[in-house]
């Protein structure tokens, strides 16, 4: 009796153990099904105004520059999202982002086929702004201007380039989308 005793229970220990293995694979798999989509790069459609606005760059000694480079980004950022036919990433999902990676790679990690860039320089009372837009997915500048101005009338500079990087979209804001803007 006791050599019946022996297989069945060695059946029912093998059979606990393939039960508790699977219960371990499937709650690993569904561990990686939550975790992996998170990991991956959003894909943004190519054909779509997809655009992330990095932070402008101060260039130059000016204490203050940093803090009006931040924002002139900022400024822009707020128009492109008052726009329906433009999909700016969102500043906390830039935020995730090293943004030393190059370009094309800040592009794909945030959804993005457009980046939008900037440096900002100062002399005295002078500011200049050149600002760009890369199609990081063909590789390609599709716009870049400079634009001069005073410190103290940084915001009409500021609508000045957001108007600016609007036309380079192709971009004509309905009344709706000026009234969100304002």
Known sequence: S?????????????????????????A????FWFI??????????????YIAVLPFRAIGSDPDLKYEAEGIGDAISQRLFSLDSVHPVSPLAMEQVDLRQPEKVIG?????NLILAGDVQSTGERIAVIASIDNVRMDRRIWSKTFLGMKADLLTLEDEISNEVMRALNVTPTPEERERAA
Do not use: F
């Open 2 to 26: 006791s050599d019946v005793a022996g297989p069945a229970q060695h059946r029912r220990k093998l059979a606990y153990a393939a039960g508790a293995s699977a219960l371990l694979l499937a």
């Open 108 to 112: 794909h990690k945030v959804g993005a």
């Open 36 to 49: 992996w989509p998170m990991k991956r790069p959003i894909q943004a459609p190519s054909n779509g105004r």
């Open 28 to 31: 690993m798999a569904a561990g």
